[in-house]
């Protein structure tokens, strides 16, 4: 916040990727719950925060969600790992994007055991159908809006839970990139 006005300052998506992991916690707090309605239909650019990504190398993403009767489930897509300052091209191609990862949507406030960021959104891994030996299924994100007026951009922490532990595992930011194109999901 800045001194004079009391307000956050203007922040970016790249100006995310630069933020100590302090001021991200105090953003995650403070942050709003995202309308989950204004994620769907859309795949969102992404990066991660932290050493955990760093040292696995995967650090560009993205994040699509859709609106499956009353539930909204989402996906990532793997991307090509560039400069952040370059297009976040899917792989093997743009016209067949590899979706994997794929977690269902709901309020944090609503899970009896994942009440980490109540206001938060809750990214559920462990009921996105992936197969029992994929890994993401340990993943559990809460993901926040962190500047009241900016419905396309979105702050993110990521847990792995094993043995009924939750480990930090990083943060991430999120950006609408695209619309998500539903003719050719495959969720499996």
């Known amino acids: 916040m800045t001194r004079s006005t009391g307000r956050k300052p203007d922040m970016d998506f790249t100006s995310f990727l630069k933020v100590p992991q302090p001021v991200l916690e105090a953003l995650m707090l403070s942050g709003e719950k995202p309308d989950p309605e204004k994620l769907v239909g859309w795949e969102f650019r992404g990066h991660n925060i932290g050493i955990i990504p760093k040292i696995g190398r995967i ?14 489930i989402g996906y990532n897509v793997l ?17 067949k994007p590899k979706r994997h990862g794929f977690f269902k949507v709901y309020p944090a406030e609503f899970s009896p055991k994942y009440r980490h960021y109540p206001q938060a959104l809750l990214l559920d891994y ?35 839970e094993i043995a009924g532990k939750m480990i930090f595992v990083g943060y991430f930011v999120i950006e609408r ?12």
Do not use: C, H, M, T
């Not at 994040?63 to 009353?70: A, I, T, V, W």
């Not at 994100?141 to 007026?149: E, I, M, Q, S, W």
């Open 177 to 188: 990139y695209n619309k998500a194109i539903v003719d050719s999901l495959k969720l499996s």
């Open 59 to 72: 650090l560009k993403f993205k994040k699509g969600f859709l609106k499956f009767g009353d539930e909204i």
């Open 79 to 95: 991307v090509e790992q560039n400069s952040p300052d370059e297009p976040w091209i899917a792989l093997p191609s743009e016209a």
């Open 126 to 160: 462990s009921k996105g159908g992936n197969p029992f030996y994929d890994p993401s299924q340990v993943l559990r994100d809460y993901l926040v809006k962190p500047l009241p007026d900016n419905d396309d951009l979105y702050l993110g922490k990521a847990y792995a």
